[in-house]
């Protein structure tokens, strides 16, 4: 009903920086909170940043003051600027929106195929 498709992952040195993106798309009535989430191997899938429809924004702490969350409810679209990046930063990003499809009165978490991000010393 709902896709999510990111894209923007690859390869940096530290101290560089990249950008993700993540496109919605589907039988999509309202989208609500949307964030990015990240996951190493062996360990579970842990929060980045999220970002309500108005706005609002949340920060693990480990990224505050160097990744941004911004988002363009028009083209359904989520964003993640990475700025200062960190070895420690290195893992698989996923994507993720809490959305209400067409048709329905409910609302669903939808993940993204996740994108790997590597930051390299």
Not at 27 to 34: A, E, G, K, N, V
Not at 42 to 61: F, H, P
Request: aromatic content about 10%.
């Amino acid at each position: 009903q709902v896709q999510l498709v990111g894209s923007g992952g690859g390869l940096v040195q530290a101290g560089g920086s990249l950008r993700l993106s993540c496109a919605a798309s589907g039988r999509i009535f309202s989208i609500y909170t949307m964030g990015w989430y990240r996951q190493t191997s062996g360990k579970q899938r842990e929060l980045v940043a999220v970002i309500t429809r108005d706005g609002s924004t949340n920060y693990a702490d480990s990224v505050k003051g160097r990744f941004t969350i911004s988002r363009d409810n028009a083209k359904n679209t989520v964003y993640l600027q990475m700025n200062s990046l960190k070895p420690e930063d290195t893992a698989v990003y996923y994507c993720n929106a809490d959305a209400r499809p067409r048709g329905t009165y409910s609302r669903y978490d939808y993940w993204g195929q996740g994108t790997q991000v590597t930051v390299s010393s």
